[in-house]
């Protein structure tokens, strides 16, 4: 049995090249957004969700992006409307955002 049911990983590279990169299209603050909200409705911890920090996912066109595993479900994401509804359908009823996947 796994010790987290959702482990959910952010990019947040920031590269020094100027090319595209997933902290530049505001992931840090959706991945802070995200771990604030899963703690308040009680979603983290064993056997539930963890959020983490992530470095490149070599997939810096497509972003911002995060990852749910063990799913290995990937979601483009642009605002909290967007992890809102990641957290509602994903993580508490089990259901893919189509609309959002990467």
Not at 18 to 30: L, P, Y
Not at 39 to 65: H, M, Q, T, V
Not at 71 to 100: C, M, P
Request: net charge negative; with cysteine; charged share 25%.
């Amino acid at each position: 049995m796994n010790y987290y049911k959702h482990h959910i990983f952010f990019c947040l590279n920031q590269r020094d090249d100027g090319e595209a990169c997933c902290t530049d299209k505001g992931s840090e603050a959706m991945f802070m957004y995200m771990k604030s909200k899963i703690k308040s409705l009680n979603l983290n911890g064993e056997s539930k969700a963890r959020i983490n920090r992530a470095g490149c996912f070599d997939r810096c066109g497509e972003g911002p992006l995060l990852v749910i595993y063990p799913e290995a479900t990937w979601y483009n994401f642009i605002d909290e409307q967007d992890i809102d509804e990641i957290i509602e359908s994903h993580i508490q009823r089990g259901k893919i955002v189509t609309r959002l996947l990467a």
